[in-house]
């Protein structure tokens, strides 16, 4: 039977987080799947640790140097097999059914994209908020980027060398979102919670300068808005984000 859903996922560092985002998928009731984990971070623990991975379900693709999220996913489908594309980040996790339903809810109506709720949680897995995913055009899209990423199925045929992840720091997955809307694609909502993305700690001030920095470069380079445009569509982003 052919794989129908390759489930890719970027690694760089906090195996423990990894376990858990495998455990999700280890415990789906759908099973027809395929993962495999980009290693973009060649430390001994990680290779160790990545090695002792006996799972036939799971490849592992070792980057030979540093490359982010964005171009180690790119990498991922390229050596995908699924009809299908999963993504889930390494340090978040699905509840049981997601596969099941958001592949059903997406082959009975004939959906090239799709999208769930989700819970933001802390890294002891408390839920502090709520995102509900909704229908997303180019348009709504342009104003607020509210597509979780590891809540994201995509046909494959959509993606290609064009239709792919930039390489940015952050935004990676925005620019593409809006690549594929402005080509017609709609992101349908699956409203259910099927996945918990983890608040994982950071330099806060170093990422809020460089999401701007970024949301700059997605108006101005990959949707070429001058740059006044490309300023207040940065603003309006921004304070969207803040209303969240």
């Known amino acids: 039977m052919s794989i129908e859903v390759s489930i890719i996922i970027p690694f760089y560092n906090k195996i423990g987080l990894l376990k858990k985002a495998l455990s999700s998928i280890n415990k789906q009731s759908y099973t027809n799947y395929e993962v495999i984990i980009v290693n973009d971070n060649n430390i001994i623990k990680n290779l160790s640790y990545l090695k002792k991975i006996k799972d036939r379900k799971i490849k592992i693709i070792y980057n030979k140097k540093n ?108 620019v593409l979102w809006l690549k594929l809307t402005k080509k017609g694609i709609v992101f349908y909502p699956l409203k259910k919670f099927y996945t918990n993305w983890a608040n994982v700690p950071s330099s806060l001030s170093q990422s809020i300068i460089q999401k701007i920095k970024d949301a700059f470069l997605v108006y101005h380079k990959y949707q070429n808005l001058n740059m006044i445009n490309s300023l207040i569509n940065t603003f309006i982003l921004s304070i969207n984000y803040l209303r969240k």
Not at 110 to 120: E, F, K, R, V
Not at 154 to 164: A, F, P, Q, S
């Open 67 to 174: 490359l982010g999220a964005g171009l180690s996913r790119n990498k991922g489908i390229q050596n995908a097999r699924g009809d299908y594309i999963a993504f889930l980040d390494s340090d978040d996790t699905w509840y049981k059914d997601k596969l099941y339903y958001q592949l059903r809810f997406m082959k009975k109506n004939g959906y090239l994209a799709s999208h769930t709720s989700y819970n933001l949680v802390n890294l002891n897995g408390k839920i502090f908020a709520k995102r509900k995913a909704k229908l997303m055009n180019h348009s709504s899209l342009m104003k607020s980027c509210d597509i979780g990423l590891s809540t994201v199925i995509l046909k494959k045929d959509i993606l290609n060398n064009k239709n792919n992840f930039p390489k940015l720091k952050t935004k990676e997955d925005y």
